[in-house]
């Protein structure tokens, strides 16, 4: 059974920081490209952050650049976001794909359900 959990949403202030979790189990996700996407209230879902599966490339979307970093651990994705402000505000949602241009492309195969991070100014 394939599984991505993620944790470590909750509410924080604006220039605070979060660190988001996802473990993945139920394929061999070491060799997949994980990443994440986040959806705002009345917004599109939105590409955020993704890795290779050796950790050696990462993306970001330009809005999080220099804020938010991606790392990860065998088949544990995390999302480092700092200096947080209310636009932050979404639900977060782990992804993982074979290839980095699932996530790139949006259309991961797996997706994770979600964790709320709410930024209040």
């Known amino acids: 059974q394939v599984q991505l959990v993620e944790s470590g949403g909750g509410l924080v202030q604006a220039g605070g920081s979060l660190r988001l979790s996802c473990a993945a189990s139920g394929r061999t996700f070491s060799s997949y490209a994980m990443g994440w996407f986040r959806q705002a209230p009345g917004k599109e879902r939105q590409f955020v952050a993704g890795?290779?599966?050796?950790?050696?490339r990462k993306y970001y979307a330009d809005s999080v650049k220099g804020r938010f970093t991606v790392s990860r651990d065998n088949a544990t994705v995390y999302l480092q976001m700092n200096s947080l402000a209310p636009e932050d505000t979404a639900v977060y949602y782990c992804?993982?794909?074979?290839?980095?241009?699932?996530?790139?492309?949006?259309?991961?195969?797996?997706w994770g359900q979600g964790t709320q991070v709410t930024v209040s100014s």
């Open positions: 890795i290779s599966w050796s950790g050696g």
């Open positions: 992804a993982a794909d074979p290839q980095t241009r699932g996530l790139q492309i949006g259309s991961p195969a797996y």
